[in-house]
């Protein structure tokens, strides 16, 4: 039993390696593009159209999700989305 102790801090590493290579790396809002609304009053509907996301491969402009920019989103190295 002890032995196997010794290997249980392999869990740690291989399941982020298993996070990256299936979600990729998180990247925040940076900025986005939105119809409707107004720059000065947030408290009026806004449909989004397109976010920029920066991360650790850079910066990411995807198409928004049903209107709406997720504050986080989890991108590959690359993707060129």
Do not use: N
């Not at 982020?16 to 290579?21: A, E, I, P």
């Not at 925040?28 to 720059?39: H, K, W």
């Not at 806004?46 to 920066?54: A, E, G």
């Amino acid at each position: 039993m002890k032995v196997a102790a010794l290997f249980l801090w392999l869990a740690v590493p291989l399941g982020l390696y298993g996070v990256y290579t299936h979600w990729g790396t998180p990247h925040l809002v940076y900025e986005y593009t939105f119809t409707g609304g107004s720059r000065s009053d947030p408290r009026l509907p806004r449909h989004y159209l397109t976010c920029r996301y920066i991360g650790w491969h850079g910066s990411v402009i995807a198409p928004a999700q049903a209107g709406r920019c997720p504050w986080v989103r989890f991108f590959h190295g690359g993707s060129g989305q």
